[in-house]
């Protein structure tokens, strides 16, 4: 079974960076999506970034474009996400998540089934 643990959360001022990192194990052979979700208070869980293991293409939400950028470390099996110009906006719990199917990562959200514990980032203006 599929596991997914981040870390690198933590609390910053607006402007600052933040680089988190999801750990994949028991992953089976094979390319697939991977995403970053985030989720603040009183709000519904939103898709942040998402990419794809195999060819390495990404898409990302409107609100963190040319702020944010996701990566995957396939020797790690570790998906990154580093986290520019921070705004106190993008206070929120990320979490990790992963799907078996290798197509539609980003505008197909529902089929998203292994996710990681989450990580809190905080951002003071």
């Known amino acids: 079974q599929v596991q997914l643990v981040e870390s690198g959360g933590g609390s910053v001022q607006a402007g600052g960076s933040l680089r988190l990192s999801c750990t994949a194990s028991?992953?089976?052979?094979?390319?697939?999506?991977f995403a970053w979700f985030r989720q603040a208070p009183g709000n519904e869980r939103q898709i942040v970034a998402a990419i794809y293991s195999g060819g390495g293409s990404t898409v990302y939400a409107d609100s963190v474009k040319g702020r944010f950028t996701i990566s995957h470390d396939n020797s790690k099996n570790t998906i990154y996400l580093q986290m520019d110009s921070l705004k106190p906006e993008d206070t929120a719990m990320y979490y990790c998540?992963?799907?078996?199917?290798?197509?539609?990562?980003?505008?197909?959200?529902?089929?998203?089934?292994?996710w990681g514990q989450g990580t809190r980032v905080t951002v003071s203006s």
């Open positions: 028991n992953v089976p052979y094979g390319s697939r999506c």
């Open positions: 998540a992963t799907k078996a199917s290798p197509w539609a990562c980003f505008v197909q959200t529902y089929d998203y089934n292994v």
